[in-house]
């Protein structure tokens, strides 16, 4: 009995021990003003958007909001939808123990070298049965990013309910280079060329110094611009102390973003001079958008390291 007592005594105690050991641990382990954190975010919202779409002439990167295809109504600009990339780091500072600074980083970028093989016109003019081929390029080019600043409220202890605002900045820009496998000369002044740059690319009109001519670069001068505001609500759980895991529900209900004017340079022999020449066409003046709404919604699943 005796032995009995003692050890539910002494289990007791250890309890006891034990539980003011993890009460002291948790009162360093959660944040308090004046801490900082890193952290990484992950949006799986991202892998399911149409991020980067090669395929389709003028929209080879980033959500459209024309059908830019659409050559009799709209110009062959490239438009890009801001939204939070799929992976971006975070950082916060504590002013109190419930309320911090956030910024979010995010950033993005592609280099895309599409080609296809296309007859060789040197070697057809010697010999028509030729099978001889040469190698069309579009080199796609692309980076973008974003930065969110803002402010980010909690309430709890190990698990905490948070919430908060921000502002946003978001760019976006790219371009496409072509190179081509048969020269242009005044001995072949229409070289054979992959139908993706001669059905789709080229909106070369000719005039009184060209009869055709084949794009060379199309690209806009300087990026595309946007700003908005979010809101995020979501849960932040310490499962061990300084460290927490999270999800994150953020909207950007309101953006604008401004597109700068973009060119298309072109190749051409000239009629009289009988000499390649390069011809600059200014297709767009620049546009506009505004986006408003739910639709650019992101989660964020974190991890942050308090310190």
């Not at 084949?214 to 809101?231: E, I, M």
């Not at 009988?274 to 639709?295: H, M, N, P």
Request: charged share 20%; net charge negative.
């Amino acid at each position: 009995m005796k032995k009995t007592l003692f050890t539910i005594c002494a289990l007791m105690f250890t309890l006891g021990m034990s539980a003011q050991k993890d009460q002291s641990q948790w009162e360093n382990g959660l944040p308090k003003a004046g801490d900082m954190a890193i952290g990484v975010n992950f949006n799986p919202v991202a892998t399911g958007k149409s991020v980067r779409d090669f395929s389709e002439t003028g929209n080879f990167v980033g959500n459209t909001i024309l059908d830019l295809n659409d050559r009799q109504s709209y110009p062959n600009q490239m438009f890009f939808l801001a939204q939070d990339p799929m992976v971006s780091f975070q950082f916060k500072y504590m002013l109190t123990n419930h309320s911090a600074i956030k910024a979010r980083v995010g950033f993005s970028g592609a280099v895309l070298n599409y080609r296809e093989y296309v007859q060789d016109d040197a070697a057809v003019a010697i010999d028509e049965l030729s099978q001889k081929q040469v190698s069309d390029r579009i080199r796609c080019q692309y980076s973008g990013g974003g930065v969110t600043l803002g402010m980010e409220f909690s309430k709890g202890n190990r698990l905490r309910f948070v919430g908060g605002f921000g502002l946003v900045y978001a760019f976006g820009g790219g371009r496409m280079d072509f190179s081509y496998g048969n020269a242009m000369n005044a001995y072949n002044q229409h070289p054979s060329t992959m139908d993706k740059i001669d059905n789709d690319l080229s909106q070369f009109e000719p005039n009184e110094a060209m009869e055709y001519a084949r794009p060379t670069k199309q690209y806009n001068v300087g990026l595309c611009h946007a700003f908005g505001v979010s809101g995020t609500m979501g849960v932040e759980w310490f499962f061990i102390p300084k460290v927490s895991v999270g999800a994150e529900v953020s909207i950007i209900p309101i953006m604008v973003a401004f597109q700068p004017q973009t060119y298309i340079k072109y190749e051409g022999v000239n009629r009289y001079t009988q000499e390649v020449q390069e011809y600059t066409d200014f297709i767009s003046k620049g546009s506009s958008y505004l986006l408003y709404g739910t639709e650019n919604i992101s989660l964020n699943l974190s991890l942050h390291y308090y310190f």
